[in-house]
């Protein structure tokens, strides 16, 4: 099989567009990689849509992400970070553009903090319908298991990061917390093994994305991260992962 051969939609990748707001990171800035840098390497798959994930370098900037969600179409979503002082009519004008989530991120910073993470979930949830999102390690999560399970929509990035908290995230997986199967070369784990055991503990939780251009990772993505996924999971399963469970989680196409 090949990377045609399934239908994507990438459910973490990032936009960089230079004529935006950037902020240093711990003194990183990154490379540019546009939505024609992003189109031009995703060229050879069955692309069907996304998410443009804000990194910690794009803080609370929200005129790129409009940006990006215009010029690739209805069929992606953004997922940005915002104040807890956000306003009602600032969500709903961001809803109109795309964007589906907030994402908090105590690995990097540039984020709302976490002490506002239940109040902002429910409120964006109660008003819109959308989800937040954490890059975390894992070793982390015990300390939110109260408050991620009650919330009505999670997703944890980059498949938790380190193999001491892949218990806690196999926890949360049974308990409907959506996993992103993204940043391979991120991980200090067996991706094939990890792979399987987030599937067996709930089939609907994975969800695929390629987390390019692979910002400050390791190793950055290839596209035999994609075809690890078939054959560590199946033909049947890799569609749910690649392409169905993303779609039922963001509703791309949905408008208010």
Do not use: C
Request: charged share 25%; no cysteine.
């Amino acid at each position: 099989m090949s990377i045609i051969d399934f239908p994507l939609f990438d459910a973490h990748f990032h936009v960089i567009d230079p004529r935006f707001p950037l902020v240093p990171n711990r003194g990183y800035l990154p490379d540019r990689y546009t939505v024609s840098d992003y189109r031009e390497r995703m060229k050879g798959y069955d692309l069907r849509g996304g998410a443009v994930i804000s990194g910690s370098f794009q803080a609370f900037d929200q005129d790129y992400l409009v940006d990006a969600l215009q010029r690739l179409g209805p069929a992606f979503v953004g997922v940005t970070q915002l104040p807890a002082s956000v306003t009602d009519e600032e969500l709903r004008e961001l809803h109109e553009y795309g964007v589906r989530a907030v994402r908090f991120n105590p690995k990097r910073g540039g984020s709302e903090d976490v002490s506002h993470l239940d109040e902002m979930a429910r409120r964006i949830h109660d008003l819109l319908g959308w989800h937040v999102e954490l890059y975390i390690d894992a070793r982390e999560l015990p300390e939110l298991f109260d408050t991620l399970v009650a919330l009505p929509g999670v997703a944890i990035d980059h498949l938790g990061l380190s193999k001491e908290g892949l218990p806690h995230l196999l926890w949360l997986a049974e308990r409907g917390i959506r996993i992103k199967a993204s940043g391979f070369g991120r991980v200090d784990f067996d991706v094939r093994s990890a792979l399987k055991s987030v599937y067996a503990a709930n089939p609907g939780a994975l969800m695929f994305g390629t987390d390019l251009p692979s910002t400050r990772a390791a190793r950055a993505y290839s596209d035999r991260d994609f075809l690890l996924v078939v054959d560590a999971l199946g033909e049947e399963a890799a569609r749910k992962v690649l392409y169905e469970n993303a779609v039922d989680f963001y509703r791309p196409h949905e408008r208010r």
